[in-house]
């Protein structure tokens, strides 16, 4: 579409925007556009919609703008069940269907797989939709903001480091949700102690009572972190809290440390520096589907890796499925291989679950020279993906199934590339939508030999 010149944005200066007709939707979850041979990212549009979007950005034949107003919407937009939106950036796509956000991390995962995993004739499961779009995320960052004299917590603006303020979120946990505004004001209440604060953590478990607080400061008060914990309790929205203090790395804490998950019949404990998967009923969904297709393995592996194991999300429930095998847990995080540790003895699996405290390339050099091929292969890599060196060590042990579980298209389709020149053949790809309103995606694939 020609770009149209707009009208004056202030006395004496012309705003710079145009009209947009947007092409599709790209890794990151902004619509793309043209003008002339410039490609033009624009967040919050739906294919088919014509915008008028202002620049905010120019990086050589690329740019980013911003929505100034909608001329011409898809049938698939909808209006956002929250007030904040779009001036926070937590929730990108709640402004669209949730059918139309489906078929987006559908078309970008078929996308990734054929232009960086040259596997463009995969056939991918129709994506499983979370339970409920609202009231998923268990675990949360917030921003904080003191640039005026009291404490703010919110999220990012999109594409910005500025803090949009809010009181409660409703993608987020009931628990969570109604923490957020009586957790501001105590802390304003004794702002003094909190000049240190930088970051907020919410983490709520689906079997403990009572959700987390993290405190990121670069120096504490004991006394203020007390107050607050007390003061919580008194407004009505007990929590434990936890203040992490960068300065001499000390930790003060009021209540406990960890929250507990259930997947089946195994109750699992996270503290917060471990990471844990934010949506809890699709994970538990997620681990069914891999505990199925374990169980209908034959002959049955007798002995199992699970690189970036966590807190055992993936290592326990296959050791479980497996009464006969040996699983091995590679994680180098140590809060969440103490908690790891700590979940095999309560489910009473420690004789025959083991959890290295390591790099996946050191824990597979390690395991590699202690001798046994594993049978199967099980990882779940952060957004970065596996290392060249993890998929070619894997590769070389040679097990007859492998496991990857990702939370990003991209690094998922360079590593499978990888995995498929070694020999591997990709037998199924099932997305999981774990992320609502976002343009994240998870992704089980399974490969075999």
């Not at 002339?36 to 915008?51: A, R, S």
């Not at 209908?296 to 290592?315: Q, S």
């Not at 060196?389 to 990888?418: M, N």
């Amino acid at each position: 579409m020609r770009p149209k010149r707009a009208a004056k944005a202030g006395p004496g200066r012309a705003a710079v925007f145009h009209a947009y007709e947007i092409e599709k939707i790209v890794p990151g979850g902004a619509g793309l556009a043209r003008m002339g041979t410039d490609t033009v990212f624009i967040p919050g549009t739906l294919p088919g919609e014509v915008v008028e979007a202002r620049i905010v950005q120019r990086k050589k034949d690329v740019s980013f703008a911003r929505v100034e107003r909608i001329v011409s919407s898809s049938p698939d937009r909808i209006v956002p069940a929250c007030p904040e939106h779009p001036d926070c950036g937590g929730c990108p796509w709640i402004s669209f269907s949730p059918a139309a956000q489906i078929r987006a991390k559908e078309a970008l995962l078929k996308e990734a797989l054929a232009r960086t995993g040259g596997l463009a004739d995969l056939s991918i499961d129709p994506a499983v939709p979370a339970p409920d779009p609202f009231g998923w995320r268990a675990r949360a960052r917030l921003n904080v903001d003191r640039t005026r004299k009291e404490i703010r917590l919110g999220f990012h603006r999109e594409g910005t480091r500025v803090v949009h303020p809010i009181r409660r979120c409703p993608v987020l946990v009931p628990a969570l949700s109604g923490l957020i505004a009586p957790l501001a004001d105590a802390l304003n209440a004794d702002a003094g102690r909190f000049a240190g604060l930088t970051e907020v953590q919410l983490q709520a478990g689906d079997a403990s009572p009572l959700p987390l607080v993290a405190l990121d400061m670069d120096w504490a008060d004991p006394g203020g972190v007390k107050r607050l914990h007390q003061a919580l309790g008194r407004m009505g929205t007990p929590a434990h809290v936890v203040a992490r203090v960068r300065k001499g790395r000390k930790r003060i804490v009021f209540g406990e440390e960890t929250v507990r998950y259930r997947i089946g019949d195994l109750v699992l404990q996270a503290s917060d520096e471990a990471f844990t998967q934010s949506n809890q009923e699709m994970n538990v969904k997620l681990v069914e589907e891999v505990t199925r297709f374990i169980r209908g393995l034959r002959p049955e592996p007798e002995r199992v890796f699970d690189l970036y194991t966590g807190i055992g999300n993936f290592a326990l429930p296959a050791a479980r499925t497996l009464p006969e095998s040996r699983v091995f847990g590679v994680e180098e995080n140590p809060a969440a291989v103490r908690d790891a540790r700590a979940n095999a003895d309560a489910a009473g699996m420690s004789g025959r679950v083991k959890f290295l405290e390591e790099s996946a390339e050191r824990g597979l050099e390690l395991l590699g020279g202690a001798g046994g091929k594993p049978d199967l292969v099980i990882l779940d890599p952060p957004r970065t993906g596996a290392s060249r060196e993890v998929v070619k060590r894997i590769a070389g042990f040679g097990p007859p199934a492998i496991l990857y579980v990702s939370c990003d298209p991209a690094t998922l389709a360079r590593d499978l590339r990888l995995l498929v020149s070694e020999g591997y053949r990709v037998e199924r790809i099932a997305p999981f939508d774990f992320f609502p309103q976002t343009p994240h995606v998870e992704t089980l694939t399974i490969l075999r030999r």
